[in-house]
Each structure stands twice: as C-alpha cells, then as structure tokens.
C-alpha cells in the first residue's frame, strides 16, 4: 500500500542534497525517479494553484466578523485603511514566498525554509507547534463555521443545538481527510468549484453595495474617520485580524514539488490571488457600510446575513449555504497544503517515518493526512479552541517573520543561489520587522495570551532534543518513533 520513506538527510551543512544524501528524489532535479520510486505527481497547474490560494485565503471571517477590526480601530476609514494595508502587507509576504518557492523548490512552505537558513531546532519547533496545536486548532474552528452555517436554513427560527454542529462539523472534517487521502486531483478540482462559490458569494454582496453607492447611500462614510481613536493596544489586535482574514496565501509553497513549472507558476499564482482577494475584501467592507453602520455591524452575528436580509429578502437564506460552501473550503485547502509540511519534515526525520510514505495507487500522502484527524477531533470535542488560536496567533507571525528574515539571511548566505523570482530588498525588510513588530506589540496589549502562546511553542525545545538528538534512546521508543 504504501511505498518505504525515505531516509533523513545527513546533516552537512545543507538541507538539499536530494538523492546524494539517500533523501527521496527531488520533484524539480531534472532526473527521472528510480523504476518503483512512488513520488508525490505534479497535478497543481496554474489555475488550480490560484485555487488553492484564494479558496484557503477566504473562509468564514469576511462573511462573518469583519467587526474584530472596526472594533480595534474605532472608526469606519480606519477600519477600511486596514483592511488595505493588510492586503498589501499580505502580499509582500506572499512575494517573498514566490522567491522562496522558486529558489528552494521543496514542499512544506515555513518549515523547508526555516530549515535551510536556520537549521534544524526553529525548523522542528514550528513543525511541532504546527502539528499538535494549531494545525488541528484552526481546521476545527473554520469546520465549526461550516457546520453551524449548513444548519441554518434548517434552524432560523431557533438556535442551533450545540451538540448538532459539532456532529456535523465531524462530518465535515471526516469528509476532507478522505478526500485528501484518496485523490489529489479531485481534491484540486473540488477547490476549483469552491473557490468559484466564495467568489459568487462575494460578488453577491459586492454588487449590491455599488448599486447602493449608486444610489447615494453614503451616510455612513461621512466622517468616516470620526469615533474612538485607534491605540497602541488596539492597532496591533486590529492587524492581527486583518493578517489573520488574508491567510493562506502561503500555502502554494506547502506543495512545490506537485506545482508543474513552480517557476512561473508560483508568483503568477500569487499576484493574480492576492489582488483579487484585497481588492474582493475591501469592496465588500465598502458594501457593508452601504447598508449597515459601524454601531450595528458591531452589534451583529453574522454581518454577511444581516446585509442579506436588508437587501435581498428571501434570496438571503443562500448566504449561510454560500458560507458554508466557503469554510468547507478553506478546510480542503489547509488539509491539502499543511499535510505536505509533515511530510516533508518526516522525510528530514523530525517526524515519525510512517508520515513521509504515499499511497502507491493513489499517490497521495496518506498518512500525513490522516494524523490530523484524531488531533482534530480531539480539538473539536475538549479544547477552548478560540482561546487556544488567541495564545498561538503570535507564533504564526513570529515564524513567519522568520522565514522572511531567512530570505535576507539567504541572500548574503547563498548569494550564487538560482533566483528565478527576485524581490526587492525593502519587501522582505518591511514585511519581517512588520511581523516582528506585530508580535512584540502583542506582548505588550495582551501579555497573558501571548505568554502561554509562548511558553507552548517553547516546548518544542525539549521535545527536539528528546526526540531527534537524544541518541541512547530504549528499542521500545525507537519502534514508536518508526525508527
């Protein structure tokens, strides 16, 4: 069923030596892999790359709670310029990324490239956060949204029974991890369709909102920069709801080696996904202050439905359905993308060796999927997810920070390395002491959340050298670790 992993690769001061050091050959070498090698296909073409993008990068979050900002900002111009600026600092990362993908054509998106320019400790550390906490934590937030939305239209006359969303939302999470685990092909043509649905769904508020400002229904952008004053407490949570709202546009560097011509077809995917998404975001913001004000968007559960039912009447119960359809998603693109960061990290041999085998019919990694389901569930039935998204929000931009700050680091490093893609150097500048800003602006507004976040990410020191430099380890530890 499953073909052998391949060994870790020696450490030597590189973490791409490809088949020189036993590692399994590279997608991008130029070589053909050996007679039975059973290797991960490339089946991610340009459009279903932008797919990708787009359908991870638009989930609930727009639909639902744009008021995360308007709330930490005061003010309806305030809350706009935000959402722009964090559009435009999404895409810087995402540039910087589009130079990774092109120079260091591996899959597993932060945690490749951690390792390449910082070696194997912060490398582990974010494959470990990534796995136990936030990985499993976000899949089962944005599969809750998707489960209360399907039940909607069956439930507008009375609240939905706790138990019958998370039921559903089983379902749901069940449904991906299958689908990822039997065919990368209609799990790329399934975020196609998606995809298109989110883009209807935006569209579906957006042009309502230009017939309103057609109409003259500008009242509440009058003043539009009068109300609360944002604060140095405020601003940073403002951002990190934006940031949060435009993630995902890394994903793409999570699946490298199955993108055909990763050269072009990266950075392409990138810009075409980024402007559409920032340009989509900030229209439907703009649309929702056609029709509600800043006091009632604050007010409202679901902003998406309470503008449909304003305008649209009946036509408004397709909203939660669209919603739906949107989160389900985001959830195929995450499970798609992440699933390719634990491989790759069981291929280095920071993860158990079973994680880095595929499918030998279906070519998928299977059982790098399928460790996300039970870690999922569990998260969905015990845990305070939101909470636990609060305390790790910090640790997403403090590695991503880092990645950015790697490809500076790379740039004088590895000067002579190909460069297919290359951004100016103020861009990784920018966006790194952005992200870094962020999180130590964080610490100071919200000092307890960002300190157990902290103290959860740094239990992944003892946990590299328990598990990964610890030699003497019992034959009983070994055989768990599938060593």
């Known amino acids: 069923m499953f073909r052998k992993a391949a060994l870790p690769t020696v450490s030597n001061g590189s973490y791409l030596q490809g088949q020189a050091n036993g590692k399994l050959s590279s997608m991008d070498s ?55 600026v964090c559009g435009i600092l999404s895409l810087f990362g995402a540039l910087c990324y589009a ?84 065919s990368v092909s209609w799990s790329a043509r399934i975020q196609m369709f998606l995809t298109f649905c989110k883009l209807v769904a935006i569209l579906i508020i957006i042009v309502p909102g230009v017939i309103q400002l057609i109409k003259g229904e500008t009242q509440h952008f009058k003043n539009a920069f009068a109300g609360n004053d944002a604060s140095v407490m405020g601003l940073p949570l403002a951002f990190y709801s934006g940031m949060y709202a435009y993630s995902g546009w890394f994903y793409l560097n999570f699946v490298t080696e199955e993108v055909e011509n990763p050269e072009k077809n990266i950075p392409l995917a990138i810009c075409i996904s980024m402007i559409i998404v920032t340009v989509g975001y900030v229209l439907t913001n703009v649309a929702y202050f056609t029709t509600i004000s800043a006091g009632e968007l604050l007010l409202s559960k679901a902003v998406a439905v309470t503008f449909a039912e304003r305008l649209m009447g009946n036509f408004s119960l397709a909203v939660p359905v669209f919603v739906a359809l949107s989160c389900f998603g985001s959830m195929n693109g995450g499970v798609f993308a992440v699933s390719r960061m634990f491989f790759v990290a069981s291929r280095e041999g920071h993860l158990p060796e079973i994680l880095s085998m595929i499918h030998v019919r279906k070519h998928t990694p299977l059982p790098a999927v399928i460790v996300l389901h039970p870690l999922t569930m569990i998260m969905l039935f015990t845990g305070d997810l939101y909470s636990l998204l609060n305390f790790l929000s910090f640790a997403r931009w403090l590695f991503i920070g880092l990645v950015v700050a790697g490809l500076i680091y790379l740039r004088y490093k590895r000067p002579d390395m190909p ?19 962020m999180v130590a602006l964080s610490l100071y507004s919200d000092p307890v959340n960002t300190g157990i976040g902290f103290a959860i990410t740094l239990t992944g020191i003892p946990a590299y050298y328990l598990f990964i430099v610890w030699d003497n380890k019992p034959k009983w530890f070994r055989k768990l670790l599938g060593k």
């Not at 092109?102 to 390792?115: A, F, M, P, Q, V």
């Not at 460069?419 to 800003?437: E, G, H, N, Q, Y």
């Open 419 to 437: 460069r297919p893609f290359k951004v100016p150097l103020f861009i990784p500048a920018l966006f790194s002491f952005t992200c870094l800003f």
């Open 99 to 182: 130079e990774l993908g092109t120079c260091i054509k591996k899959s597993g998106g932060h945690y490749t490239y951690i390792l390449e320019a910082f070696g194997p400790l912060p490398a582990f550390v974010r494959v470990w956060v990534e796995l136990l906490i936030i990985r499993p934590a976000a899949t089962a937030v944005i599969s809750l949204a998707f489960g209360r939305y399907i039940l909607e239209p069956f439930f507008m006359q009375c609240e939905i029974p706790g138990l019958a969303i998370k039921l559903i939302t089983a379902v749901g999470i069940t449904l991906v991890m299958v689908l990822n685990s039997t």
């Open 30 to 84: 130029g070589q053909p892999a050996q007679e039975g090698k059973v290797v991960l296909k490339k089946k991610v073409t340009l459009l279903r790359g932008i797919s990708i993008i787009i359908g991870t990068i638009i989930g609930a979050g727009i639909f639902i709670s744009p008021k995360g900002i308007l709330k930490n900002t005061g003010s309806v111009g305030m809350s706009l310029t935000v959402w722009t």
